[in-house]
C-alpha cells in the first residue's frame, strides 16, 4: 500500500535537479499518475459474492461506488476458485450494466408486431388475472375414477438454474398450491 | 472441462502438475484435450461401449477391489433364474412389452424378491421420471438376499456382470466406438493402476452424458467401474457431475421439476389417493436407510407450505397436491401447446427458443399460448419469437396472426439480490446483496411472492374447495426495502425448517417429525440454518482451515463434502491406506472420524449387525456405507428403479448411420418418442435411408459463451471473443463435401438446415467403425437472433427423444448431411428440409421402428 | 547514469530511490487452457472498448493481435506435430493430410476493425504463418487446393494445440519511452513501462519504436493505450487483473526476480519430464532489450507464436545521436524553463 512516490515541482524543473535527468521515470510522472489509487480501495461498498455462470461456484466481490458496481472480481478467500475466474466470470461486471439490460416492463399486445410500456404493478395484476382464469379454464378436479387429480395442465414454466434456492422454494411452493404441475427446470434438459 | 468449467480446471492441472494422468475422451479435440496426457477420440453416443470394455478387462483380469467390492457393494447377491441378459436376447432384457415399449423388472429381482408384492409399473414411472425421484436413493430391496462372498455363484451379480461384458473386447470397442484398441487398452490400463489402496482415480463427466436416449445408463456404467476399484466415498475418487449452470444442483434438491417436491419426495401419482398411500410408496416399509423415514420429511413440507391449516387429522393438507397421471415434462408441454392446450407460460431465466431441443417446435409452441411471462435481464429469443424468429422468415408464425399476448418483466441480476446457489458439489453458498435493481428489475422472490399475495387477494372469500389450497398457503414472509422485497433468510429458514411450537431452528434431519410439531421445506437442506445462523454465508478463507474447508459455505446433506465417505475406511473401519485416509473408526472415542463430516451414524461401530426384523437406519450393519440404498450396497445391478434394465448395455444412438455392432436391437427400446409429423427421426439401420444423414454431428460450448447465449452474446467482452456462429469439420469431411475454411456451409436434418462459418481443422477426426469412415462434426450452440452476436441456432437440429428414466432429450448426437454455401430462405428453407424428408422417407405415415430384433417373438415358448 | 543497451535495473535508473522490487509476469503457456480470461478480466478493469465482431478463423483467436483496445491477447496454434503424448492424438484414426497450414494461412489474410490503428494488421506472410502452424518439421507450401486432395503428404497423427497470452512486455530498455516527445511514457517504480492518458498527445512516435509491435493507437481519441501492468492496482499491493483472473495461474505476477527463478525451475522440470521444446523468452538481461518485464515460458520458437525471434531495442544506437543533438536539446530545455520562471505567479 501506498508505496507510490511524490514528487513536488513541474516536470522540466524535477528532471534538470533531480535523479532523472532524462525524464523517463519519476520526472515524468504525471500528476494524475502520482493519484492513481484501485478503484476497489475507494469503493463505498464491498458484497461477498458467487459468480452467476456455471456450477463450479467461484467466489466473487462485488464492489459498489456512488450506487453502481465499479468492479466484479475474484474473491481470494475462496478454496473452491481461489480468487480466479473465467472469461464470464470475470465479464461479470459488463453483465450486471450492460446497455442491453431490459430495465422496464415490455408488453405485446396479442397479434401486434410491436412492444409496448406498461407499469409493473399493472404487468403484475394481469398476470394474476391470467393465472386465475388458466386456471379456472383447465382446471382438473378428479379423473374418470373420481381420483383427486386437483391440478391445473393450462400453465407450464419453465427456469431456471440461475435462481436461487429461496425463489425455487417460492415458485414451487405457490404453483403446487394453485394446482400448476407443468413446472419445468433446466435440470430436465 | 477447460472449455466449460475453467476454473473448476485449476485442481486438474494441480494435480497433473503432482503427476496425475489426465485422460480426456471427447468425440472432438478441445481445450481439455490440449492439457490432457491421453487424448481419445470417440464416436458421439458409444460410451457405454466404450465404458464396458473398461469393466470387463477389470473382471476377465480380476483387477477389481476385491475386498471393497464383496463388503459394499451388491457384486455377491444373487440373482432370480428368471432373469434374462441382452446377450440372451439380441439386446432386450427380459420382461419387455412391445406394445408399451417397457420392461417388466419381476425377473430382473434379487433372488426370491421377484413376486413380493411390490408392483412395478416402468410405463408409469417412464411417463413421470420415475428414475430422477431415486436420484438420491435405490429402489426398495426387501429382507436380506441371498449372497454368495466367493463371488462364484453363477446367478450372483459379479459373474452376471461378467457374462453381460463379456463381448466388449478391445475389438469390439474399435468397432463400436472407433477407438483403436492398444488406446484403449491404454485407458483401461491407466485406469485401474491408479485405482485401489494407496490410489484412487476420478471420473467427470457433464451433459455430454446425460442428453443421450440412454444417458443414465452412460453414468451407471461409470458408477460400476467406479465400484469395481473401489474408487467411490474415497478421496480423489468419486464420479464428479460438472452442472453447467450457477444453481442448477439446487433447483434439483429444492425442485421447480413436475415430478418432485424438496427434496427429491415425488409428487404423488393419482393412485396415492391418501397421505400414507404415497408416504409407502417413498419409504418402503421394510427397507434399510434413511429414506425410512420419509414420512417426518413428507408431514414437514406439507406443514412448510400449508402452516397452521397442516395437521395430522387432516393429513396436513395432503389432499391439496395436485396428482401426477403420466408425463408433464418440458417436452409434453411444448406438444401441447402447439396443440392449444396449455394457456400460459412463465419462462424464468431460461431461453428455450435456444436452448431446447427441436427450436422450431419451441416457438411454435409460444406463438400458440394465450400469455407468456418472460423474466430475464436480457430480451432474449423466447421473447421475442413473434417478431423476430427464423419462422417469420419462413412464415410458419405471422405477428398479425399470432395471438400470445408477452409479458417480459426485467429482472434482477445475481449482485441486485441475496440468496443461495447450490454449486456443483453440493455445497449452498449465500450471495450478499451489492445494491439495489434497477428501474423495473426484480428478483423471482419478488415476483413470485407479490404474485402469490395479489392472486390470493383476488381469491379472498372464494367458497371453492379447489381455492383451499391457496388462501390457506403460509405465504407471510417479512418484506423490507425499496420494493418490499421478501426475506431470502426468512425462506432459507423455513427451507432449513424449525420446531413449530419455539419456532427453533432444526439443525438436523433427523430432528424432523412426522406429528406436526416440525416445520422443515427440504428435508436434505435440513442444517443450512442449524442454532440460528446462516451456515451458507460461512466465508472462513481457505488457506486458513482444511484442505477439506468444511467451514466455507454448506453442503447437503450435514454439510457433508464427500458422500458415502464411510466407504474410505475397510469393513474395520481402519483407512485403506495411510495414503488416502478419510473417514475412520476411532476404536478408544467410540465414533467416527476424520477431516469431513462421516457419512455415517457417528457412534455405529463397524462390528454392529442388525437384528433380523430391524428396519430403517436400525438395518444398516457397520459396513453398509451407502446408507440411503435399500440394502446399504453400491448398486453393480441395479434390480429395479430403472426403465431400461440393471445394466447399462451398448445402444446405437435415435439417429445412427451405424447398425449396432452388439445386437439385433439398435437403440433403446424404452426411449421415450413423440410420433407426430413435424418431430421425425433420421432413419438409421435397419431402416433405408440412413445415408441422406450420412455425418454424425455433436454440440457443446465454448469457453466464452454461456448456454442459450442470453447472459453472453449480449455481453460485449464475451460476444466478441466468440463473434460469429460456426461448424468445426475435419480436413477430410472438407474434401469430401468441398467445404472451405472460413466460407459459409450449412448443415441439415429432417428437422431444420441452419448455416454457419466453416472451421476447418486437424482437431476434428474421422474414425473407422466398423470398416467405414464416420465423419464427426461439431457446432456449439449458443447462437440464436438476439443480442450483439446473432447466428442460428444449433439446437434447431434435434428432434424431441428422450431418455425414459428422466425424460432428458438426446441433444449430444444425431445425423445430418453438411453442404458448401448458405441455406436457402423464406419458404425455399421449408422446401429444402422437405425435400430431405422425402429422400431420407420420412413421409406419410412413416413410423420409426423402436424393436429391431425379433428376439421377443423367439423367447415366446 | 541512464543506459539505453545492456542489464540494468530500470526504476533506479529512472530516478526513483529506493524504489520497491522490479514488478512483472512470467507466462507460463505450458499451462495455458486458452480461456481468455485475461483478456476480459483486463479490459474490465481498465474500460478497454471492444471491437467489431468478425471471426478470424486463426483457430479460437477472434482478438488477432496486441492493440489499443486489446491489451492481452491469446494466440492459439494448432499444429500437427508430437505433443509428448504417450500415444498420439490421433494414433489409427483415417486422418489425411493436415489442414493447420492451410488454414493458417488463410487466417492471417482476415481482419477485424478493432478502432485503432494500426490496429489488427494481417501483417505476416501466409507463407510464414503456414510454416509456423504446421511446427519445426513442415517443409512445404500451404495448401493451394482442399485438403485430403493433395497427394504425398504424411498423414497427421499426433496434434499440439499451442495457446499463449501475450502482453507488453515492459522492456528494460523500452524505446517507445525512449522516442516519446511528451512524456507520457514513462518508467514506474516498479520499472514498468506506462503511458500516460493524461499526457499523450497522439504524436505515434511510440508505434514504430517498439520492437514488439504492442504499441497502436485509438482512432477515437489518438492516443496510445497499452498494457499498465495495472499501476494503479499494484501500486495499492493488489495482483493485476489479468494475472488475478487466470484460472490456471499460467500468468503469474510478482517481483522479477523470483518470477525468473521460478521460471528457470519450471523449464527444468519440464525438460526432465520430456517436455524438451519449452524454452524461455525475455527473460535474459542480455538480449537485445534488457530483459523483458513480462517474459514467457513458450512451447516451440518466438515466431510460431507471433513473437520476434531476437528483439532488439530500436533506440539502441541512440546515445551516439545524442552527442550530436543533446546540446541542442538541453539548450532547448533550458529556454523554455527561463521562459516559465520568468512569468509572474
Known amino acids: 500500500m501506498g508505496v507510490r512516490t511524490w514528487i513536488e515541482g513541474w516536470p522540466v524543473y524535477r528532471q534538470l535537479t533531480g535523479t532523472d535527468p532524462l525524464g523517463r521515470g519519476a520526472a515524468a510522472m504525471s500528476p494524475r499518475s502520482a493519484a492513481l489509487t484501485a478503484r476497489t480501495e475507494t469503493a463505498d461498498s464491498m458484497a461477498r459474492s458467487v459468480c452467476p455462470y456455471c456450477a463450479v461456484g467461484c467466489g466473487q466481490r462485488v464492489f459498489v461506488k456512488d450506487g453502481r458496481v465499479s468492479q466484479i472480481e475474484g474473491d481470494p478467500d475462496s478454496p473452491i476458485s481461489r480468487g480466479r475466474l473465467c472469461p464470464k466470470g470475470s465479464a461479470s461486471k459488463n453483465l450486471v450494466t450492460s446497455e442491453l439490460r431490459q430495465t422496464t416492463v415490455r408488453y405485446r399486445r396479442p397479434y401486434s408486431r410491436e412492444w409496448e410500456d406498461l407499469d409493473l404493478a399493472t404487468a403484475l395484476d394481469m398476470i394474476a388475472d391470467r393465472v386465475i382464469a388458466a386456471r379456472e379454464a383447465t382446471w382438473e378436479d378428479s379423473d374418470d375414477e373420481g381420483r383427486p387429480l386437483h391440478r391445473t395442465l393450462g400453465i407450464s414454466s419453465l427456469g431456471g438454474a440461475t435462481l436461487d434456492n429461496e425463489e425455487n422454494y417460492l415458485i414451487k411452493k405457490l404453483f403446487t398450491a394453485l394446482g400448476a404441475l407443468q413446472i419445468e427446470n433446466q435440470a430436465r434438459i | 472441462m477447460a472449455e466449460a468449467h475453467p476454473v473448476g480446471f485449476q485442481w486438474v492441472m494441480e494435480a497433473k502438475e503432482r503427476g496425475a494422468k489426465v485422460i480426456h475422451v471427447d468425440p472432438r479435440f478441445t481445450r481439455t484435450s490440449a492439457l490432457a496426457d491421453l487424448y481419445v477420440p470417440i464416436r458421439a453416443g458409444t460410451d457405454i461401449a466404450f465404458l464396458g470394455g473398461i469393466v470387463r478387462h477389470i473382471l476377465e483380469n480380476e483387477l477389481d477391489f476385491r475386498e471393497y467390492v464383496v463388503a459394499y457393494t451388491n457384486a455377491a447377491t444373487i440373482v432370480s433364474e428368471e432373469f434374462r441378459d441382452t446377450e440372451d436376447l439380441d439386446g432386450l432384457f427380459s420382461g419387455y412389452d412391445p406394445t408399451t415399449g417397457t420392461y417388466n423388472p419381476e425377473s430382473w429381482q434379487y433372488a426370491g424378491q421377484e413376486h413380493d408384492g411390490v408392483r412395478f409399473d416402468t410405463s408409469t414411472e417412464r411417463e413421470t421420471a420415475g428414475g430422477l425421484q431415486h436420484e438420491s436413493h435405490g429402489h426398495p430391496v426387501q429382507g436380506r438376499p441371498e449372497r454368495d462372498e466367493t463371488l462364484r455363484h453363477p446367478r450372483c451379480v459379479y459373474q452376471i456382470l461378467k457374462r453381460h461384458y463379456a463381448r466388449y473386447t478391445p475389438e469390439m470397442v474399435e468397432r463400436t466406438c472407433g477407438i483403436p484398441a492398444d488406446k484403449f487398452e491404454e485407458v483401461a490400463r491407466a485406469w485401474t493402476e491408479n485405482s485401489g489402496r494407496e490410489r484412487t482415480s476420478a471420473l467427470i463427466y457433464s451433459v455430454g452424458w446425460t442428453q443421450h436416449t440412454v444417458g443414465v445408463q452412460y453414468i451407471r456404467t461409470g458408477a460400476i467401474i467406479q465400484l469395481l476399484l473401489g474408487n467411490m466415498g474415497r478421496p480423489g475418487g468419486g464420479i464428479l457431475a460438472l452442472r453447467g449452470h450457477a444453481s442448477i444442483q439446487g433447483s434439483t434438491d429444492v425442485p421447480t421439476l413436475f415430478n418432485l417436491l424438496p427434496g427429491y419426495l415425488p409428487m404423488p401419482l393419482v393412485k396415492h389417493t391418501t397421505f400414507t398411500e404415497w408416504v409407502e410408496s417413498i419409504r418402503h416399509p421394510e427397507q434399510k436407510g434413511f429414506w425410512n423415514n420419509a414420512r417426518a420429511y413428507s408431514a414437514s413440507l406439507l406443514k412448510a407450505y400449508w402452516g397452521d391449516a397442516a395437521r395430522p387429522d387432516n393429513d396436513f393438507c395432503y389432499d391439496y397436491l395436485p396428482r401426477m397421471t403420466g408425463d408433464h415434462g418440458t417436452y409434453r408441454q411444448v406438444l401441447d401447446m402447439i396443440d392449444g392446450k396449455v394457456k400460459g407460460y412463465f419462462l424464468l431465466g431460461q431461453n428455450p427458443a435456444v436452448g431446447s431441443a427441436h427450436g422450431k417446435l419451441q416457438r411454435l409452441g409460444m406463438a400458440n399460448l394465450d400469455w407468456l411471462v418472460v423474466r430475464d435481464l436480457f430480451m432474449i429469443e423466447s421473447a421475442t419469437f413473434w417478431k423476430n424468429s427464423p419462422e417469420i422468415e419462413t412464415g410458419e408464425i405471422v405477428p398479425e396472426e399470432c395471438r400470445t399476448e408477452v409479458f417480459f418483466l426485467p429482472a434482477a441480476s445475481h449482485v441486485e439480490k441475496e440468496g443461495t446457489f447450490t454449486q456443483t458439489q453440493r455445497l449452498l453458498q449465500w450471495r450478499e446483496k451489492a445494491l439495489d435493481p434497477p428501474g423495473d428489475c426484480r428478483s423471482e422472490l419478488w415476483f413470485f411472492y407479490h404474485l402469490g399475495r395479489v392472486i390470493r387477494q383476488k381469491l379472498a372469500g372464494s367458497t371453492l374447495s379447489r381455492d383451499r389450497a391457496i388462501l390457506d398457503l403460509a405465504w407471510d414472509y417479512p418484506t423490507h426495502g425499496r420494493d418490499d422485497e421478501p426475506s431470502a433468510e426468512a425462506v432459507l429458514f423455513e427451507i432449513n425448517g424449525y420446531e413449530v411450537a419455539t419456532r427453533r431452528p432444526l439443525s438436523a434431519f433427523t430432528q424432523l417429525r412426522d406429528d406436526g410439531s416440525t416445520v422443515g421445506g427440504c428435508w436434505i437442506y435440513c442444517g443450512v440454518y442449524a442454532d440460528g445462523v446462516n451456515q451458507a454465508a460461512r466465508r472462513k478463507p481457505g488457506r486458513e482451515q482444511s484442505w477439506v474447508a468444511p467451514e466455507w459455505g454448506w453442503s447437503w446433506p450435514a454439510n457433508r463434502r464427500i458422500l458415502y465417505n464411510r466407504a474410505s475406511a475397510d469393513p474395520e473401519g481402519r483407512p485403506w491406506s495411510e495414503r488416502k485416509a478419510y473417514t475412520r473408526w476411532d476404536p478408544d472415542k467410540g465414533e467416527w472420524t476424520g477431516p469431513d463430516v462421516p457419512d455415517f451414524e457417528k457412534t455405529k461401530p463397524p462390528s454392529y449387525r442388525p437384528p433380523a426384523d430391524a428396519t430403517g437406519v436400525e438395518a444398516l450393519s457397520g459396513i453398509d456405507p451407502f446408507i440411503m440404498q435399500g440394502d446399504g450396497k453400491g448398486w453393480l445391478y441395479v434390480p429395479s428403479g430403472l426403465i431400461d434394465g440393471p445394466m447399462p448395455t451398448h445402444y446405437e444412438p435415435a439417429e445412427s448411420p451405424v447398425r449396432n455392432p452388439l445386437h439385433g436391437q439398435q437403440a433403446n427400446p424404452t426411449r421415450r418418442t413423440y410420433r407426430r409429423p413435424a418431430n421425425p427421426t433420421n432413419p438409421s439401420p435397419p431402416e433405408p435411408h440412413s445415408d441422406v444423414f450420412p455425418y454424425v454431428f455433436s454440440v457443446s460450448r465454448l469457453t466464452e459463451h454461456h448456454t442459450a447465449g442470453g447472459m453472453s452474446r449480449t455481453v460485449k467482452y464475451l460476444a466478441e471473443l466468440q463473434p460469429e456462429m460456426f461448424v468445426e469439420v475435419s480436413p477430410e469431411l472438407a474434401a469430401e463435401r468441398g467445404l472451405v475454411h472460413l466460407d459459409y456451409a450449412h448443415v441439415v436434418t429432417s428437422r431444420a438446415a441452419i448455416e454457419a462459418r466453416v472451421l476447418v481443422t486437424d482437431r476434428l477426426t474421422p474414425l473407422w467403425v466398423e470398416d467405414r469412415v464416420i465423419h464427426q462434426i461439431w457446432l456449439p450452440y449458443h447462437w440464436g437472433g438476439e443480442g450483439l452476436a446473432t447466428g442460428d441456432s444449433a439446437n434447431d437440429l434435434f428432434g424431441i427423444t428422450l431418455d425414459p428414466n428422466v425424460l432428458i432429450q438426446e441433444s449430444k448426437v444425431g445425423t445430418c448431411d453438411i453442404r458448401p454455401g448458405r441455406r436457402p430462405v423464406g419458404k425455399a428453407l421449408l422446401d429444402y428440409v422437405a425435400d430431405y424428408r422425402r429422400r431420407a422417407g420420412l413421409t406419410g405415415d412413416h413410423r420409426t421402428p423402436i424393436l429391431t430384433t425379433d428376439a421377443v417373438e423367439r423367447e415366446k415358448p | ?345
Not at chain 3, 529506493?18 to 486458452?34: K, L
Not at chain 3, 501483417?123 to 482442399?146: I, K, N, Q, T, Y
Not at chain 3, 489518438?222 to 495495472?230: P, V
Open chain 3, 1 to 345: 547514469m541512464n543506459r539505453l543497451y545492456g542489464p540494468l535495473d530500470p526504476a533506479p535508473d529512472a530516478g526513483y530511490q529506493d524504489p520497491p522490487a522490479r514488478m512483472g509476469f512470467f507466462t507460463d503457456t505450458s499451462i495455458c487452457i486458452g480461456c481468455k480470461a485475461c483478456e476480459v478480466a483486463c479490459k474490465e478493469w481498465n474500460g478497454v472498448p471492444g471491437h467489431e465482431l468478425t471471426m478470424l478463423g486463426m483457430s479460437f483467436d477472434n482478438t488477432g493481435a496486441l492493440t489499443a483496445n486489446s491489451w492481452r491477447h491469446v494466440a492459439f496454434v494448432e499444429q500437427p506435430v508430437p505433443a509428448g503424448r504417450q500415444t498420439p492424438a490421433f494414433a489409427g484414426t483415417p486422418t489425411g493430410p493436415t489442414i493447420a497450414p492451410a488454414a493458417a494461412a488463410d487466417a492471417v489474410t482476415t481482419t477485424t476493425d478493432t478502432g485503432t490503428e494500426p490496429g489488427l494488421d494481417p501483417g505476416r506472410h501466409p507463407d510464414s504463418a503456414a510454416r509456423m502452424a504446421a511446427g519445426p518439421e513442415f517443409l512445404g507450401m500451404p495448401a493451394s487446393e482442399l485438403p485430403g486432395r493433395q497427394p504425398g503428404r504424411e498423414e497427421r497423427t499426433d496434434l499440439r494445440w499451442l495457446m499463449m497470452s501475450d502482453v507488453c512486455k515492459h522492456c528494460t530498455h523500452a524505446a517507445c519511452l525512449d522516442v516519446c516527445p511528451t512524456g507520457a511514457l514513462f518508467r514506474t517504480e516498479f520499472g514498468t513501462v506506462v503511458v500516460q492518458e493524461d499526457i499523450c498527445n497522439g504524436c505515434g512516435y511510440c508505434i514504430p519504436a517498439c520492437p514488439y509491435g504492442v504499441i497502436d493507437q485509438r482512432k477515437t481519441d489518438g492516443r496510445a493505450w497499452k498494457c499498465t501492468l495495472c499501476y494503479d492496482r499494484i501500486g495499492d499491493g493488489m495482483t493485476p487483473a489479468c494475472a488475478q483472473a487466470c484460472p490456471t495461474q499460467s500468468i503469474q505476477f510478482g517481483p522479477l526476480d523470483e518470477l525468473r527463478e521460478r521460471a528457470a525451475r519450471r523449464v527444468e522440470r519440464l525438460h526432465a519430464a520430456g517436455e524438451t521444446t519449452a524454452r524461455l523468452y525475455g527473460h535474459d538481461p542480455e538480449d537485445g532489450v534488457g530483459g523483458d518485464g513480462a517474459f514467457f515460458l513458450l512451447l516451440d520458437e518466438p515466431e510460431v507464436y507471433g513473437l520476434p525471434p531476437d528483439p532488439v531495442v530500436t533506440t539502441r544506437d541512440l546515445p551516439d545521436m545524442w552527442k550530436r543533438a543533446g546540446v541542442a536539446a538541453l539548450a532547448m530545455a533550458a529556454a523554455v524553463a527561463v521562459a516559465f520562471l520568468g512569468r509572474p505567479a
